[in-house]
């Protein structure tokens, strides 16, 4: 059972969401595509992404980092790509390994996810490598996130033991960021200008 943050700690995750969700909003589409596509590039060299065989991404929402080039990069190299499927009782999910983007439909919430039907990516059952690219509004500088307060991430992370990969603009990185007791951090920082090692 998930533990909810204290109020105080509520309080200031809330403040903060709004406050970043309505920045990235805003943000001038060619700008935002700019930045994207020079993040996708930069994940290219990093050394846990060449050598892994399994990728797992996110389909991002329209105000999200979008990281599709990602994905058909790594098709290209013959890795497997797999992207979450979310139980919104229970708030757990479960990576669904894909074929190509078009194995995504949007569920209720628009959200883009796989089939049920698809293989799911368990990682203690299978050989290879695993990095996990993981979204978030804003990153503290020791690699914790805020991302919308469901905790679907932090349940999946806590038992993930592959290198997991934070996904956010330069200048959406604060000195810190307000922490719950269950609260996961990223090994890695990917941004437009390049890649931050936390560990």
Not at 142 to 153: C, D, M, N, W
Request: hydrophobic residues 35%; charged residues 30%; aromatic residues 12%.
């Amino acid at each position: 059972m998930r533990i909810e943050p204290s109020g105080t700690v509520k309080k200031d995750k809330d403040d903060l969401r709004r406050k970043y969700i309505a920045v990235r909003e805003e943000m001038d589409e060619g700008e935002k595509a700019k930045r994207d596509a020079a993040i996708c590039s930069a994940a290219r060299g990093l050394v846990s992404f060449r050598y892994a065989e399994y990728v797992l991404l996110y389909a991002a929402t329209e105000s999200e980092i979008d990281v599709s080039q990602i994905a058909e990069y790594a098709w290209e190299q013959g890795k497997k790509v797999a992207f979450p499927r979310c139980d919104v009782d229970s708030h757990t999910m479960d990576y669904h390994i894909v074929g190509s983007l078009d194995d995504l439909s949007p569920d209720s919430y628009g959200i883009r996810e796989p089939s049920a039907d698809l293989p799911v990516f368990r990682q203690d059952e299978m050989k290879g490598s695993a990095v996990c690219f993981v979204p978030g509004l804003v990153y503290d500088r020791a690699g914790y996130r805020l991302g919308y307060g469901k905790g679907f991430y932090d349940r999946y992370l806590s038992a993930f033991s592959g290198c997991k990969i934070g996904v956010v603009y330069s200048d959406f990185i604060l000195p810190t960021v307000p922490r719950g007791r269950y609260d996961v951090t990223v090994d890695i920082l990917l941004t437009e200008k390049g890649v931050r090692a936390l560990k």
